[in-house]
């Protein structure tokens, strides 16, 4: 499977919830590669974090799943400390919390 197949898979199985995530990344740009045009540049990472997220608690377990991913994608040096992506993490709970309840909107 490539990855556009696999990006289309996960898009289909979380729906829009794969874009708010790419979004979250790219607005909080952790690494400094977002630009202006290029709002995929996260696209690879969302793809690995959104299938660990079942297993997430809280936004600590979030947080640690998210630096350990971008440690993955760059190394432990680029990526950083681990509280860099504490307010991340807070974003993406409150959107994962939120996927359940058609009540409110992600």
């Given at each position: 499977m490539?990855?556009?197949?696999?990006?289309?898979?996960?898009?289909?199985?979380?729906g829009?919830?794969?874009?708010?995530?790419?979004?979250?990344?790219?607005?909080?740009?952790?690494?400094?590669?977002g630009?202006?045009?290029?709002?995929?540049?996260?696209?690879?990472?969302?793809?690995?974090?959104?299938?660990?997220?079942?297993?997430?608690?809280?936004?600590?377990?979030?947080?640690?799943?998210?630096?350990?991913?971008?440690?993955?994608?760059?190394?432990?040096?680029?990526?950083?400390?681990?509280?860099?992506?504490?307010?991340?993490?807070?974003?993406?709970?409150?959107?994962?919390s939120?996927?359940?309840?058609?009540?409110?909107?992600?």
């Amino acid at each position: 499977m490539d990855e556009e197949d696999k990006r289309r898979r996960l898009k289909r199985e979380y729906g829009t919830l794969f874009d708010v995530l790419t979004e979250i990344l790219f607005r909080h740009d952790p690494i400094g590669i977002g630009f202006e045009e290029n709002r995929d540049e996260y696209d690879l990472e969302a793809e690995t974090i959104l299938p660990r997220l079942w297993q997430c608690q809280s936004v600590e377990d979030v947080t640690e799943i998210v630096h350990q991913e971008f440690q993955d994608w760059f190394t432990p040096e680029v990526a950083g400390a681990k509280e860099k992506y504490i307010e991340i993490a807070e974003d993406i709970w409150r959107v994962w919390s939120l996927r359940g309840d058609s009540s409110k909107r992600i």
